[in-house]
């Protein structure tokens, strides 16, 4: 039996300004997958979840997300049909606080009991923030401030998160605390498109990978194979 997809994305092609970024990108996330895409720097891992959650628009080409084409759906829209993204560098509001930051999450629900139990369910998820609650984000340390804005995404109960380069910056051991929050996410039912600079990680929790170059797919395997792959190996394994 397979599993039906929750995203499809059918070449899709954007940019900014006069430059096409991604030249007929197509790729899939299943219901309940964790998919990898990596690359090297400016292969356009940051534009693909950018143009998929509507904040670089869509040149060309389709992405079907549970039954809705996102290419015709503003930004706000995409949140509330199930689909948030962590962004590169965290980008928290500094100056809110843990819980304000949380509670901005939430925006698009109008749940008040609904958004208090994700809160609290945040904080069971990431003990450190509970004790932080009332600190500015901006003082937060870069791991922590990571976790604030994966909990931040998860507020707006999404059925597929994306994620941006979670563990760039942080200590080992925090990432792989990190990692092992994404793989307890998906054990919850989230599904997760997984951006990363940090190859084997994201192919280590992945179920299956895309590799990006300049704009192109060129290679989408399982995860295991591609951490096998001679060539994946040599060119974003360090071997
Ligand atoms: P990185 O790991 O460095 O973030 P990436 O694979 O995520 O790399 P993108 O950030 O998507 O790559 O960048 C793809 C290309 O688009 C690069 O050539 C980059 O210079 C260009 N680009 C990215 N953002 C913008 C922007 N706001 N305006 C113009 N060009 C941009």
């Known amino acids: 039996m397979t599993t039906p997809a929750l995203l499809t994305v059918d070449r899709l092609r954007s940019g900014y300004g006069p430059i096409d970024v991604l030249h007929d990108i197509s790729l899939t996330v299943a219901q309940g997958e ?16 950018m143009s998929l ?26 949140v509330r049909l199930g689909l948030a993204q962590s962004p590169e560098g965290r980008k928290i509001f500094p100056r809110l606080s843990v819980l304000e930051n949380l509670e901005m999450g939430a925006f698009t629900r109008s749940d008040p009991d609904g958004v208090a139990a994700d809160i609290e369910k945040a904080f069971t998820m990431f003990p450190i923030l ?13 791991g922590q401030q990571q976790m604030l804005a994966i909990a931040r995404a998860l507020m707006a109960r999404p059925k597929l ?3 941006d380069e979670p563990s760039l910056g942080l200590a080992p051991q925090i ?10 996410l998906n054990n ?13 990680m994201a192919l280590k929790v992945a179920h299956r990978g895309y590799v990006l170059e ?21 060119a974003y394994l360090g071997e």
């Open 161 to 163: 998160l994306l994620l």
């Open 34 to 49: 964790i998919v990898a895409l990596i690359g090297a720097n400016g292969a356009g891992k940051t534009t693909t979840l």
């Open 214 to 234: 300049t704009g192109r797919v060129t290679c989408e395997d399982r995860a295991d194979k591609l951490l096998n792959d001679p060539r994946i190996r040599a």
């Open 53 to 78: 959650s509507g904040l670089v628009k869509a040149r060309g080409g389709r992405v079907m997300f549970d039954g809705h084409d996102l290419t015709t759906v503003p930004a706000h829209q995409i």
């Open 175 to 184: 990432v792989v605390q990190i990692f092992g929050v994404i793989k307890e």
């Open 130 to 142: 509970r004790e932080r609650k009332a600190q500015a984000g901006g003082l937060l340390s870069g």
């Open 188 to 200: 919850q039912g989230v599904s997760v498109l997984l951006v990363e600079q940090n190859a084997r």
